[in-house]
Nanobody, 121 residues
Framework: QVQLVESGGGLVQAGGSLRLSCAAS????????MGWFRQAPGKEREFVAA????????FYADSVKGRFAVSRDNAENTVYLQMNSLKPEDTAVYYC??????????????WGQGTQVTVSS
């Protein structure tokens, strides 16, 4: 079992930056692929980024490529999402996820509660 707790969300102006953190419980964190997703009001949840267990491979949605960066610290059981050049359309609840059931951009076995990110214009 894995428990995930996100933090770092908030209100930021367009062009600003935020860094989200996801703290994971469980001794097997370092062996799990981790993902970030987001869901805006009235929209479906969408893939944002993912990182392999070692951190050697990262994947991004086209909408955030070049602006967001995913990283992890396996010693601290934490995964991060650095978000730069934020746009109002990045406004959403951001979720951390562990253990993809299939492809890294699909469903995952474990999910956090989410953290709100609001970008004002």
């Amino acid at each position: 079992q894995v428990q995930l707790v996100e933090s770092g969300g908030g209100l930021v102006q367009a062009g600003g930056s935020l860094r989200l953190s996801c703290a994971a419980s469980g001794r097997t964190f370092s062996s799990r692929t981790m993902g970030w997703f987001r869901q805006a009001p009235g929209k479906e949840r969408e893939f944002v980024a993912a990182i392999s267990w070692s951190g050697a491979s990262t994947f991004y949605a086209d909408s955030v490529k070049g602006r967001f960066a995913v990283s992890r610290d396996n010693a601290e059981n934490t995964v991060y999402l650095q978000m730069n050049s934020l746009k109002p359309e990045d406004t959403a609840v951001y979720y951390c996820a562990a253990d993809p059931r299939g492809w890294y951009y699909g469903d995952y076995n474990f999910w956090g509660q989410g953290t709100q990110v609001t970008v004002s214009s």
